[in-house]
């Protein structure tokens, strides 16, 4: 009698737990996981986690050097600025809002974005070409000068530059999502579903979707990386956030002007800024050499 | 081939009548007169607003007035600046070459050294000296280009004293302005120290360059990096080991130029984030370009002068992106991404 | 294959660090011809006498221009320098001043002058701003607001050209300050003849875009918002071997030539041979490099693509201290900070009510924590600079107990509250008026009274306190020229409520009284003696509590001689010399 065995169960992972696995493997994407992790928690948590208010100033303590220093104190982690703001704690709201804000407008221009260029990949004909090749030539306007443009129209303030950064991250999405799309079309899965019935939205929601949520996920944190990069450059020319709102940008300006006295007030901001990019280009990579391991086994 | 010429002129002729649509509309959408920020004159009285109004159409429709405006730009008539008051085509014409010079070093540097460390890194691809390549270019690439900016001043000028942090040239110096250039006007020009004010000119470009460079150079890296290891794994390359070509000649006849090819694609984005962060790095080295020019005309909410600096600086980036699109077509006509209409 | 990258590599970063060092060496022969001086913004124009601000007169007063009179940096006496001597009669209305010969114009390269330096420069420059008749008294603008502000123009008679070297004012009331006016940054020698030229040409205004003065640099060039470049004048009438002698000399034969040998006219000539340093220099070249932000002119000055530089910050004294091959000069400054109270208003019309206020407060306290150091303690409205400064005057003194006394007899309830103006913004004589103003919160809290910070922006500010809607005020005042006369009347005479730089609106005959007697003399130590009388008739009645005088930085590199700070004007690079 041939030996069956009851316990043996056939293990499929699922597409998502095959990514998972592989990006666990490489120990450079968890550490930047880990990184992104606080940052995330930070911005998550800032206001119960910091010990002052972000805009109070302490008039007799102005400029206090960092606490690893000699004449540092523990209650100033990271030192105070010009204005006797505790910069620990300017530091993790500024984390929170360079870190939501950049989340959010990904967000968005993600949606605009995947609608837009879906509905420029399901077109066909001339129309499609031409709009097409206008929004590709439009892609390449510098995000700055949007910017610029929108803070004249609009004035200057964190909302204004979201709207800039947004505009500037859709072409990338709809590029992307469009040839994505296009590429699609013609499997034949598509092919069989059309001939099942689905009417275009089904299709795309049912077909399309599934399989473009991963690349989507690796433009989103490319995208994440540049807008965190854009936004704090806009709150850093003045341009988007404005004093005393703590934006890791704007916290890099304002202490620019004691630079000499107080350095850590220029090494502080822009090492937290160069971190959590630093984290989401990795989480990023990881993510992409993960799906890449998955798809061409 | 012919064929293709004429669709990206066509191209490019469309983007450049949708930019000035967008840079007349400007004019309307900008706060305040909107006369002032047609033109950048300001009227003294009734009479000169009138007379001004009638010049430029703003009596009788839209599209009258965008089909003049639309000829003075193509004249040269691009109206003055609010805070200089010189003429916005004389303004533009000494910034622009400024940036496309700071610019074009940056790609240089790029170029060659990013390129051919990024064939290193992919045909060595996975070993130690391929790890540190590629955790150098990520990190340079993660760091925001302001604050490199930062250090590199507060290291080499302020620490080191090795090269200074403001301006073209020292002003010491009367160079006469014949292409926009420093580096060829100082040669141009006939001046008593002419090596002295070439080194001069040097130092003082070299960091802005670096600042730029090294973070253009560090996305080089990765994508050739990447395209090397995609071409790696195709199969005529495993045929062509098998055939038994050594490295050196799998690297010379195939690696080389198909790894070359969807770099260039890339080129354009990469290009676009260039300009945006030389126009960010001019601020902080106070380098004389358009970048710095429309920054300060933001802040002293200078119009005029915001409307013809985007439209410069569109211009002048989207036509190198469509030249780079040209090129790709033309060399590689195997792409379908340019899809013709398939009706 | 490799190899070829990394050899590429190496090459490229040599000739890199080759070039780099080579351009540090060869540097300096040329870059001693030049000097380059970090200012801080854009001048309004390029004649000072159509505007105040120090910005202009920094570029313009002792770079292209000369006066008739100068202020010794030193000592604050009035030295000679257009005018080479000059006489006043008794009745102290007259005044004769004889003019230097040989003193010649810039030319330039839009203006080729014929003659030297005569009367009828002094002429035209005074009837410029004196005459709304003059046909130069329009053109940009016709505001001359230093001289509105004096209400010179009403006080002159006329002016006279006796012969072509010796000019005759005449006043209608005796001004003692009028010599130190004639002293001032604004007061400046225009050319009469490129004047005429420019009129006939049909472009006046070009006087005031395109200058032409006497003074030790010519204007070559300006570019908005980059730089102004200057180039030495080299038939510049000082000479270094020509010390104080020679110009002795030609005032001496003046004297024996004089025909009339009046026995009214007093002599007042200034032998004082201290006319500044050498006022010939080495190089050829001032260039103004305007930079708006302090922390990149002191990283200039670092790097030394700036030579001196023009306000730096308080954070940043320091950092220049610490620096061997930087120099910070500072001197006392003409200027004074303080909190006024709006005598019109009740409680503030009793004088206890303000000794109290002024008792809860340690300026101690207030001058370490708001100017760094950078300025010493007020007890009157003079500073150590001016000659009528006086050392040993009565101050108030820290005494809270003595406050809340005066307070309650008075019978201000505790509890009381009252609002403090703190100015928006920044200025030498307060470098933060909002923390000033919570300091003195904090104290007045202590004696019980409840004070409430207000602040608007700058031109607001200025139009509401002219409207007297404060209780008190922090705010300062700066000098214009060494003259008491320039602090007191502007800041509490009753006239000076209209025009509202009087912010205590307050109005005292006696106060009053005093400052027209003092004006009547010229003997200093008079003057001194009655001034000495005002600072005790301000100290028992108090309309404002003086803070701090804060210091006049100028910040340079090691490789300038000859940087000396005025006090009394615009900063000068006409004797400055770079070395090595």
Redesign the interface.
């Known amino acids: 009698m041939p030996q069956f065995s009851l316990y043996e169960e056939e293990f499929h992972p699922s597409p998502w737990q095959r990514t998972w696995a592989a990006f666990r493997s490489s120990h450079?994407a968890m550490v930047g996981l880990v990184m992104l992790g606080c940052f995330v928690f930070f911005a998550l948590f800032a206001p119960i986690i910091t010990p002052y208010d972000a805009t109070e100033q302490n008039?007799d303590g102005l400029?206090i050097p960092p606490s690893w220093t000699a004449n540092g104190v523990i209650s100033h982690l990271f030192g105070t600025d010009?204005l006797g703001r505790d910069l620990f704690t300017r530091i993790i709201y500024g984390c929170r809002i360079t870190l939501g804000t950049a989340f959010i407008t990904v967000v968005l221009a993600m949606l605009v974005g995947v609608s837009l260029g879906t509905f420029a990949g399901m077109l066909?004909?001339?129309r499609?070409?031409?709009a097409n090749?206008?929004l590709?030539?439009?892609?390449?306007?510098?995000?700055?000068?949007i910017a610029?443009?929108i803070?004249?129209?609009l004035g200057a303030g964190l909302l204004n530059s979201m709207w800039a950064i947004t505009l500037a991250l859709i072409p990338q999405f709809v590029h992307h999502t469009r040839?994505f799309v296009r590429a699609e079309m013609k499997k034949d899965y598509i092919v069989a579903s059309k001939l099942d019935g689905a009417n275009r939205w089904q299709l795309f929601v049912h077909s399309i979707l599934p399989n473009m949520i991963e690349t989507l996920v690796v433009q989103g944190t490319l995208a994440l990386?540049i807008a965190v990069?854009d936004i704090?450059?806009l709150g850093?020319?003045?341009?988007g956030a404005q004093s005393p709102l703590p934006e890791l940008?704007v916290i890099?300006a304002d202490g620019?002007?004691?630079?000499?006295?107080a350095?850590w007030n220029?090494a502080v901001p822009?090492t937290a800024?160069?971190l959590m990019?630093?984290s989401i280009?990795?989480v990023g990579?990881g993510l992409r050499s993960a799906l890449r391991k998955r798809v061409s086994h | 081939m012919i064929q293709i010429l004429t669709r990206y002129c066509t191209l490019l002729v469309l983007t450049l009548l949708v930019l000035a649509v967008m840079s007349f509309s400007l004019a309307y959408l900008f706060p305040g007169d909107t006369l002032e920020n047609l033109t950048g004159l300001v009227p003294e009285n009734e009479a000169q607003r009138e007379a001004l109004e009638r010049q430029f159409k703003l009596d009788s429709s839209v599209v009258l007035q965008f089909f003049y405006y639309l000829g003075n730009l193509l004249v040269g008539d691009w109206g003055y600046s609010f805070t200089s008051g010189l003429p916005l085509l004389e303004e533009v014409g000494i910034a622009l070459p400024a940036t496309i010079e700071l610019a074009t070093y940056a790609m240089l540097m790029a170029l060659f050294v990013g390129i051919p460390l990024g064939y290193y890194a992919g045909i060595r691809c996975y070993s130690t000296t391929d790890h540190i390549l590629n955790s150098a270019s990520m990190t340079t690439y993660s760091f925001p280009v302001f604050w490199f900016a930062l250090l590199l001043i507060l290291v080499f000028s302020l620490q080191l004293d090795a090269a200074p942090l403001s301006g073209r040239i020292s002003l010491l110096y009367d160079v006469p302005r014949v292409t926009g250039f420093i580096l060829v006007d100082v040669l141009l020009s006939d001046l008593d120290n002419k090596s002295l004010a070439f080194k001069d000119a040097l130092s003082h470009i070299a960091l802005p360059t670096f600042a730029i460079g090294a973070i253009t150079t560090a996305s080089l890296i990765r994508i050739t990096r990447r395209s090397v290891i995609d071409v790696k794994h195709r199969p005529y390359i495993a045929a062509a080991v098998s055939r038994g070509l050594s490295s050196w000649q799998i690297f010379t006849r195939h690696i080389l130029r198909n790894a070359l090819l969807p770099i260039l694609p890339l080129m354009a984005i990469q290009i676009t984030t260039l300009i945006t962060n030389a126009m960010i790095v001019e601020t902080l080295f106070s380098w004389p370009g358009i970048g710095n020019w429309l920054i300060q005309a933001i802040y002293q909410r200078d119009y005029p002068a915001l409307r013809i600096g985007m439209m410069a600086v569109s211009t002048l980036v989207i036509t190198l992106t469509i030249l780079v699109d040209l090129f790709n077509r033309i060399i590689d006509p195997s792409r379908e991404k340019y899809e013709h209409a398939a009706v | 294959m490799y190899m070829g990258v990394v050899k590429r590599l190496t090459v490229a970063l040599c000739t890199a660090l080759l070039i780099v060092s080579c351009a540090k060496q060869n540097k300096k022969a040329f870059y001693n011809t030049g000097i380059i001086y970090c200012s801080e913004s854009n001048p309004v124009t390029f004649n000072p006498q159509l505007d105040t601000s120090s910005t202009t007169s920094d570029a313009t007063s002792h770079q292209l221009y000369d006066r008739l009179l100068d202020f010794d940096p030193d000592s604050g006496r009035i030295v000679p320098s257009l005018a080479s001597s000059w006489l006043v009669t008794n009745d102290g209305l007259t005044y004769a001043f004889q003019l230097r010969r040989d003193v010649k114009f810039h030319q330039t390269h839009y203006f080729t002058p014929t003659r030297n330096f005569n009367a009828d420069d002094v002429i035209f420059s005074i009837n410029r701003w004196r005459l709304p008749s003059h046909p130069y008294h329009s053109v940009s603008g016709g505001r001359y607001p230093y001289f509105e502000s004096l209400g010179l123009a009403q006080n002159i008679a006329s002016v006279e050209r006796v012969n072509g070297y010796r000019v005759e004012i005449t006043l209608h009331r005796r001004d003692s300050s009028f010599l130190a006016n004639l002293a001032t940054d604004f007061a400046v020698i225009l050319s009469q003849e490129y004047a005429t030229t420019l009129f006939e040409a049909g472009s006046p205004s070009k006087i005031d875009i395109l200058p032409v003065g006497t003074g030790p640099f010519k204007f070559e060039s300006y570019r908005k918002d980059r730089f102004i470049k200057y180039l030495r004048h080299e038939d510049y009438w000082r000479k270094s071997e020509l010390r104080g002698d020679d110009n002795v000399a030609s005032s001496a034969e003046d004297f024996d030539n004089r025909s009339n040998v009046d026995a009214n006219w007093q002599d007042n000539v200034q032998l004082n041979g201290n006319i500044s340093n050498d006022d010939v220099t080495n190089v050829q070249q001032l260039i103004f490099d305007i930079t708006p932000r302090s922390s990149l002119r002191l990283a200039k000055l670092m790097t030394g693509e700036c030579d001196a530089t023009a306000f730096p910050a308080q954070t940043e004294l320091e950092v220049i201290r610490a620096r061997n091959d930087l120099t910070l000069a500072e001197k006392p400054g003409l200027n004074i900070g303080f909190w006024a109270f709006n005598t019109q208003r009740p409680p503030f019309d009793n004088p206890d009510v303000r000794r109290a206020l002024a008792a809860a407060i340690d300026k101690n306290t207030l001058l370490e924590a708001v100017y760094f150091d950078s300025a010493t303690r007020a007890k009157t409205l003079l500073p150590a600079a001016s000659w009528a400064f006086q050392n040993d005057a009565d101050d108030t003194a820290y005494n809270p107990v003595l406050a809340r006394q005066l307070l309650a007899n008075a019978g201000v309830k505790e509890g009381f509250s009252m609002t403090i103006w703190a100015m928006p913004v920044e200025r030498a004589y307060n470098p933060n008026a909002t923390k000033m103003a919570e300091l003195i919160q904090r104290y007045l809290q202590d004696v019980g009274i409840e004070a409430t910070i207000v602040s608007y922006d700058w031109a607001t500010f200025r139009r509401h306190l002219q409207d007297g809607l404060h209780d008190s005020v922090l705010i300062g005042w700066s000098a214009d020229n060494g003259d008491p006369d320039n602090f007191y009347r502007p800041l509490l005479s009753c006239g000076a409520i209209p025009s509202g730089t009087n912010r205590a609106m307050w109005c005292d005959e006696d106060y009053d009284r005093l400052l027209n007697e003092a004006l009547k003399t010229d003997d200093i130590d008079e003057r001194t003696a009655i001034y000495h009388q005002v600072n005790r008739l301000l100290y028992e009645r108090l309309p404002l509590v003086p803070i701090a005088h804060a210091y006049r930085y100028q910040a340079y590199r090691e490789e300038l001689n000859g940087v000396v700070i005025n006090p009394f004007g615009g900063v000068r690079f006409g004797g400055v010399e770079k070395t090595l």
Do not use: C, E, K, Q
């Open positions: 450079i008039i400029l010009a066909r004909g001339v499609s070409s031409i090749h206008l590709d030539a439009l892609m390449a306007i510098p995000t700055l000068l610029i443009i803070v004249a129209i040839s990386s990069i704090s450059a850093f020319l003045n341009l940008g890099l620019l002007d004691a630079a000499y006295l350095p220029v822009g800024i160069f990019v630093l280009n990795i990579d």
